[in-house]
């Protein structure tokens, strides 16, 4: 299965935030929008109203919780500090193109659990271990359903 019909079922949002806000609105977004990551933009608009701005750096909660514990006790800090300075800014990315298995493969190697999709320089997407697993499980259901109907109809 291709990264873009799982793009199709789930749609195209993306939760992104400025890399010069601060970390305590990025925990209002992932909880608002109950996620695990949110995808950081450069600062200032996008060129055109139907792009986004340019991809700067993904920011995860395990980024959050390190930066909490190294920051403990003096956590307030940590929450008033810009998104820029927690944020991974070496991104794995994917095109729509990519298989359910080749990004498997790639979340498992480097241990990371969000991927945005671009589509040339536009952010076409995330994809999360969860739509992955969700995808997997999709597909093998399906292929459990036709073993089941075939047996069924004794050929």
Known sequence: MLIEHILHRKGSQVATISADAPVSDAIVLLREHNIGALVVTSPGPPATADQHPALGGILSERDIVRA?????PETAAALSRPVS???????????????????MRVMTDRRIRHIPVMDGA???????????????IDELQTETDTLHEYLASGR
């Open 85 to 103: 300075t927690l944020m991974s800014t070496e991104v794995t990315t994917c095109g729509p193109r990519a298989t359910v298995d080749e990004l």
């Open 122 to 136: 536009r952010l076409a997407g995330i994809v999360s271990i969860g739509d992955v697993v969700k995808s997997r």
């Open 68 to 72: 909490l514990a190294d920051a403990a």
